[in-house]
Nanobody
Framework: QVQLVESGGGLVQAGGSLRLSCAAS????????MGWYRQAPGKEREFVAA???????NYVSSVKGRFTISRDNANNTVYLQMNSLKPEDTAVYYC??????????WGPGTQVTVSS
């Protein structure tokens, strides 16, 4: 059974930084593509970033140059470093498995609030 647990969210001023963590169990993140998504109030959940099992990185255009996805294979954890945060980054951030070994598992999410 795959379990994902996000942490690291919080309240930060615009221009600040946060690092989110996604601790995974039941799936080996070094051979599985992992992604970060977010959902703002009243909006649909959207893709933010992904790291394929080969190490290729993908980002939504609105976070390019500000967010960085990475992983620690030894701790089976995926990170999202978020710099230069903006109020529009406020959302619940979720971790998701994107295959090939596991697809579609979600964590419960972590709240990120950016004040102006």
């Amino acid at each position: 059974q795959v379990q994902l647990v996000e942490s690291g969210g919080g309240l930060v001023q615009a221009g600040g930084s946060l690092r989110l963590s996604c601790a995974a169990s039941g799936v080996n993140i070094s051979i599985n593509t992992m992604g970060w998504y977010r959902q703002a109030p009243g909006k649909e959940r959207e893709f933010v970033a992904a790291m394929t099992w080969t190490g290729t990185l993908n980002y939504v255009s609105s976070v390019k140059g500000r967010f960085t996805i990475s992983r620690d294979n030894a701790n089976n954890t995926v990170y999202l470093q978020m710099n230069s945060l903006k109020p529009e980054d406020t959302a619940v951030y979720y971790c998701k498995t994107l295959g090939p070994w596991d697809f579609g598992s979600w964590g419960p999410g972590t709240q990120v609030t950016v004040s102006s």
